[in-house]
Every structure is written in structure tokens, then in C-alpha cells.
């Protein structure tokens, strides 16, 4: 590390103080002002030897922890912020992508096809896996899918250092920097090697694309082989996963959910996640299966969602739709996972069609909503373009005004109408 310096530069030789005196020509003494010291000039630290303070600061929390110096140096070993990675973090999706759009692309039919074939190549695997964790094999597959591609592209960025990057100016600092920390303590371990640890900009690693905290927290070592590795064989990526769902609360032999069918007079204000009624309840107000087959025990815990409105298709949701949001907080990435399973397993699509003829809302669009539903007495939480709980539930105020049904679903037609007062 380059230290900081300090430049000062005496004005006058000698030992002059406050109360010195000199002896003039004529024998007399006067006092002698101190002359004072030039400022001190503090000369800035370049953006190199500011990463590299910080990295040192870094290094003494991983060696308390038990990182070695020859790990933490290797790791480092050319590891200066990424700009792509900085740039990657900062940005933000100009449109609020459709649910029917995210799905398309995550349950195609080439991502169906190479689930079958990656279900059949690591059948016995997996069987063995479902035994030990009881995780269902498509399921894990299926996730497999989403994340990686089944292991088609697991990210290439050096995970140090988009974890330094992030941890040393991202917008998240301090979360970043304990994920760090974790790689560190992962390299210490032996379960990879500095230069094969490689993953997403924004540390994700892996066929299953674990962060390092939930590394730490649910990988193993299913191969026997004395690494958990999640890089170069799959086998110990998928017993992960599905440790990672076992302890997250997966209930063996119940399924994720279904399409159902919601009466006329549904309750629009209970179609949430947080709504959380008996199947029995559901089926009191009128919810039915979409397809052939029965709804699950009345007893069991459930949730209606209606992700897209009135006008696209209904599910109702036990408790591993939620185990499979553990693994990512929303509700379109559940869904997918959900329903590529049911498809590799050989389900078939959604009955009810999506509004694909709804155009796309931009975020500034959706910013515009809520300052008109504001303005008309609709508190939506704030003018964030995010649509979350309390923007849903002023459009249902705004929908019961003018007396559509009050699904919560931020249409583009329900802008217009909005626009037009």
C-alpha cells in the first residue's frame, strides 16, 4: 500500500519561538517573532492507492477470521474494480417486464426439451437426492434450468473481484462486503481455486448460481470428494439445491400450486401472497381447478394470485410456491420454476390465456400512475415505479371508482383512463 504523505516546509532555520530574543548592533536585546510554520499540504491518494487502503483494511478483518495471507493475496492478485460490474449494478430496466414476456423466455421449448434430457442424464442423482432431501427432481432441474442454463453459461466474471467491486463503491456496500468475506473464507477452505472461482457480475457462482452466504449455508460435499463444488460437476450444485429447499421448508408430496379458475365475484383484495386462507376457504368462495384433477386437502394452507388481472390466468399457491421464492424473492421467478417443472415432467401450458395485447408499461409510466392515483386520494406509498402491496391496492380503490373489477393489476388501459381524469 502507497501510504499518504505530508509535504511542510520551514520558512526559517534555527530554534525560533514564542519569548526568544537577539542581541542588536548596539548591545540591546528585542524580542523576535516566531515566524510561522507554512501550512501543510495534504497531498490526495490516487484512485489506486485508495482501493489499495481499503483492500488492506479488508485484508486484516479476512486474516481475523482465518484467511491466510497467501490465500487473500492470491486471490487478489490483479484485482482492481470492474467498471462493467458497476455499470451492470446501476442500471435499471427502462419497462416493467410482463409476467407472459419472462416466461416465454424461461419455460421455451428449447429450456423444456434440455430439462427433459438433463433429467434423464442425472436421473440416478436425483432419484438419490429426492430420497435424502425430498425435493422432487424437477424441481431442482428446473432451477438448475433457470439459473444456469443447466450449467450452459454459470457467468464469467472473476467472483472476487465483482464482489470487491461491489463491496468497495457499489450501492450496497455493506452486504457486499460480508459476501466477500464469505469467498474468502470459501478459497480458505479448498472447495476451489482462486482462478476457477468464476459466476455472475454480481457473485453468484455456480450451476445453481449460489451467493456466497447461501454457499456457506446449504452447499455440500455430495461426491465425497472433500470440495463442495458447484463449478465443475453438477452432482454437488443439485444435492445443494435441494439441501437448500429441504431447509427452507420443502413439504414432500405436496405440489407447488395450480391454475385454478376464480369465480366472478372473487374477492379482488384477497389475491395476494400474504392472503393466506384453507383450501377449503378457496373452495367455499367459488376457486376451482383449470384442468382435470381436485384441489388439494381443505386443510391445507393456500394463497390466490392472479399475476397478470382479471384477465390472465389464476394459481392457487401452498407452501413450496414460498420455499421455491427462498431460493429468489418473486413471484415470477417462483412461477417459472414452477411451471418448467411441471412441463419437463410432461404438464402442459397454462389454459387461460396472458393479455399479451396490453402494451408494456415503462417505469416512468408507472411513476405517472402513481402521482394521478395519488392525486385523486390513492396512497400508493410513494412515487418509486416499483408496483409493490400499497400501489396495487390504490389501483383496486381507483377500480372500484369506475367499476372494474378490482384485480390491483396496473393495465396500460387503466393509465389512459387515469390520463383522462
Given amino acids: 500500500m502507497a501510504p499518504s504523505f505530508r509535504i511542510t516546509t520551514l520558512l526559517a532555520a534555527g530554534l525560533l519561538a514564542a519569548g526568544c530574543q537577539t542581541t ?32 488492506a483494511g479488508l485484508k486484516t478483518e479476512a486474516m481475523a477470521r482465518g484467511v491466510s495471507a497467501a490465500v487473500f493475496d492470491l486471490a487478489f492478485a490483479g484485482v482492481k474494480p470492474n467498471p462493467k460490474v458497476l455499470d451492470l449494478d446501476s442500471k435499471q430496466a427502462e419497462f416493467v417486464r410482463p409476467i407472459w414476456e419472462y416466461l416465454d423466455s424461461a419455460v421455451s421449448d428449447t429450456r423444456i426439451a434440455g430439462g427433459k434430457e438433463a433429467l434423464s442424464a442425472q436421473w440416478q442423482t436425483l432419484r438419490g437426492l429426492a430420497g435424502t432431501y425430498r425435493a422432487p427432481p424437477e424441481i431442482v432441474v428446473a432451477i438448475w434450468g433457470l439459473e444456469s442454463n ?35 473464507d470459501i478459497l480458505q477452505a479448498g472447495d476451489i481455486a482462486p482462478d476457477r472461482m468464476r459466476g455472475s457480475w454480481a457473485g453468484a457462482m455456480g ?176 412515487v418509486d415505479g416499483i408496483i409493490g402491496p400499497m400501489t396495487r391496492a390504490a389501483i383496486r380503490g381507483y377500480q372500484r371508482e369506475i367499476g372494474s373489477p378490482p384485480d390491483g393489476y396496473p393495465s396500460s388501459e387503466l393509465l389512459l383512463r387515469l390520463k383522462a381524469g
Wanted: overall charge neutral; aromatic content about 10%; proline content about 6%.
Fill in 207 to 382: 450451476h445453481t448460481q449460489f451467493m456466497p452466504t447461501a454457499f456457506v449455508a446449504y452447499a455440500v460435499d455430495h461426491d465425497r470428494n472433500g470440495r463442495r463444488d458447484m463449478w465443475n460437476d453438477p452432482v454437488d450444485a443439485l444435492a445443494s439445491t435441494a439441501n437448500y429447499l429441504a431447509r427452507s421448508g420443502w413439504q414432500e408430496g405436496q405440489p407447488w400450486g395450480m391454475e385454478v379458475i376464480l369465480p366472478p365475484d372473487f374477492p379482488w383484495e384477497d389475491g395476494e401472497l400474504d392472503t393466506v386462507r384453507t383450501v377449503g376457504a378457496w373452495r367455499a368462495l367459488g376457486v376451482r381447478p383449470a384442468k382435470d384433477g381436485a384441489l388439494p386437502e381443505d386443510s391445507t394452507p393456500a394463497s390466490v394470485i392472479a399475476p397478470a388481472g382479471h384477465r390472465g390466468p389464476a394459481f392457487l399457491t401452498l407452501k413450496n410456491f414460498r420455499v421455491i421464492m427462498r431460493y429468489n424473492n418473486a413471484t415470477s421467478y417462483a412461477l417459472a420454476v414452477a411451471h418448467l417443472a411441471d412441463r419437463i415432467g410432461g404438464g402442459g401450458p397454462f389454459l387461460a390465456a396472458w393479455p399479451r395485447n396490453d402494451a408494456k408499461l415503462r417505469i416512468g409510466d408507472v411513476k405517472e400512475m402513481q402521482r394521478l392515483l395519488t392525486a385523486r386520494g390513492h396512497n400508493t406509498g410513494g
Fill in 24 to 55: 542588536t548592533a548596539d548591545g540591546q536585546t528585542a524580542a523576535v517573532q516566531p515566524v510561522a510554520s507554512a501550512p501543510t499540504v495534504q497531498v490526495a491518494m490516487t484512485a489506486d492507492e485508495k482501493f489499495a487502503a481499503w483492500r
Fill in 150 to 184: 443447466y450449467g450452459g453459461y454459470m457467468g464469467d466474471f472473476n467472483v472476487i473481484e465483482a464482489l470487491a467491486t461491489l463491496a468497495y463503491q457499489g450501492r450496497r456496500t455493506d452486504s457486499f462486503r460480508e459476501h466477500l468475506l464469505i469467498a474468502l
